[in-house]
Nanobody
Framework: QVQLVESGGGLVQAGASLRLSCVAS????????MGWFRQVPGKEREFVAA??????????YYADSVKGRFTISRDNTKNTVYLQMNGLKPEDTAVYCC?????????????????WGQGTQVTVSS
């Protein structure tokens, strides 16, 4: 059974940092891209960041809203993807979910991702 489990969310003040982790189990994900998305109740799921299968094949890709503040990385030996979030803003408040792509190279389209975690809540107070 494929499972993705996120951790690292919490309540922080604006300007703080958090590091999210997503551990995948049930299969090896080293051959596919992985991504982070976020969702606020009543709004559509939003792409945050994605990284190619090897992590080193091309630069990761970020949504404009997080570029320069967030960094995605992966450790294929641990089947884990990370999201380092610096300079958090109240508008970053959301449930953050990781997902595995069907493809080796990243895409920003949620439909291209086949397995999803339950998410971890990030709340940023002003």
């Amino acid at each position: 059974q494929v499972q993705l489990v996120e951790s690292g969310g919490g309540l922080v003040q604006a300007g703080a940092s958090l590091r999210l982790s997503c551990v995948a189990s049930g299969r090896t994900f080293s051959s596919v891209a992985m991504g982070w998305f976020r969702q606020v109740p009543g709004k559509e799921r939003e792409f945050v960041a994605a990284i190619n299968w090897s992590g080193g094949s091309g630069n990761p890709y970020y949504a404009d809203s997080v570029k320069g503040r967030f960094t995605i990385s992966r450790d294929n030996t641990k089947n884990t993807v990370y999201l380092q979030m610096n300079g958090l803003k109240p508008e970053d408040t959301a449930v953050y979910c990781c997902a595995t792509s069907r493809y080796r190279f990243y895409t920003t389209t949620a439909a291209a991702y086949d397995y999803w975690g339950q998410g971890t809540q990030v709340t940023v107070s002003s």
